[in-house]
């Protein structure tokens, strides 16, 4: 398993993860255009779920390529990251039972998936401090409040009636992403590599 790790701290295998990742975000973000013509401006920044979370893995990768750490980035992406992608899976997979799942369904279950595995292979090049996972927590938390009191959520029409049932998952998946990067990134005997 350590090879693995090792290896995703290569350039190449940073530029690869870079480009693909700029254009999924990008698309993330388009992916949310309905949503957002109808989101009051107040609550604009806490909608694009994913697309936030792979922007800010994107600047992590910019970091380390400039073979430097962000850390307060690494925290929001490994936590956002594990998070939302482990969602999105979630929730496809709900829609496919209850209703049906398209070919975009299945795209999302396999991009979202490879969001949460990428955020957590990095934990050993992350430099997150306690400081830094408790304004991941607020952030996330906060998220979660957004989402599901203020009911700006990311659309899925055929799971509507089980909003409350979502909500509570949401925020015990947050509290699940957030105690993985303290073992993974900020306990003091977790395993650390330092970028080539």
Known sequence: MRW????MGQR???WILLLINVPGTIYGYIWYQSQLKITPPRFLL???DSP?????FCFVLIAFLLKKNWP??????????FKYG???VIMNILTFYVDDLDITGYMLIFSHLGMAIQGLLYAPYYRIKPIHLVIAAVWTLHND???YVFFMMPRYSVLDQYT?????FTFWLSIVALLITYILCVKKDHFQLELT
């Open 164 to 168: 409350p049932q979502i909500g509570y």
């Open 52 to 56: 936030t979370a792979s922007l800010f």
């Open 145 to 147: 409040v957004i989402d």
């Open 72 to 81: 307060l980035l690494e925290a929001l992406a490994i936590v956002t990251l």
């Open 4 to 7: 693995i790790t090792y290896l």
């Open 46 to 48: 806490f909608v694009p």
């Open 12 to 14: 190449w295998v940073l």
């Open 86 to 88: 482990i969602w999105a």
